[in-house]
């Protein structure tokens, strides 16, 4: 069974950059699509942008385009999703998922694994 672990999650300035990995156990993530979500305090979760398992690129949620940039690193075994201009409300648990590939609608339902989320709190 495919298990994704999300890392890099830390308390960051509003203004600042953060880099979350996306990595699996005993398998590469290049055959999957990987979406990230997040879940910020008192909402629902809510999807971030996802990259292709096809070489068809990244697909991004409107809010999240311009801040935020998803990539393969590492041969594709992570997936590495690079926020900048951080703000408050950028708070939240941020997931990686993966699936068999990329819909703007990010319907959680397309994604058959997911890691358990690693914290990014964005404050002075």
């Known amino acids: 069974q495919l298990q994704l672990a999300e890392s890099g999650g830390d308390l960051v300035q509003p203004g600042g950059s953060l880099r979350l990995s996306c990595g699996a156990s005993?398998?590469?993530?290049?055959?999957?699509?990987i979406g990230w979500f997040r879940q910020g305090p008192g909402k629902a979760r809510e999807g971030v942008g996802c990259?292709?398992?096809?070489?068809?690129?990244?697909v991004y949620a409107d809010s999240f385009k311009g801040r935020f940039t998803i990539s393969r690193d590492n041969g594709g075994t992570t997936v590495t999703l690079q926020m900048t201009d951080l703000k408050s409300e950028d708070t939240a648990v941020y997931y990686c998922?993966?699936?068999?590939?990329?819909?703007?609608?990010?319907?959680?339902?397309?994604?058959?694994?997911w890691g358990q989320g690693t914290q990014v709190t964005v404050r002075t």
């Open positions: 005993g398998f590469s993530l290049q055959r999957y699509a």
């Open positions: 998922a993966a699936g068999w590939g990329c819909y703007k609608n990010f319907r959680e339902s397309d994604y058959q694994a």
């Open positions: 990259i292709s398992n096809s070489g068809g690129g990244e």
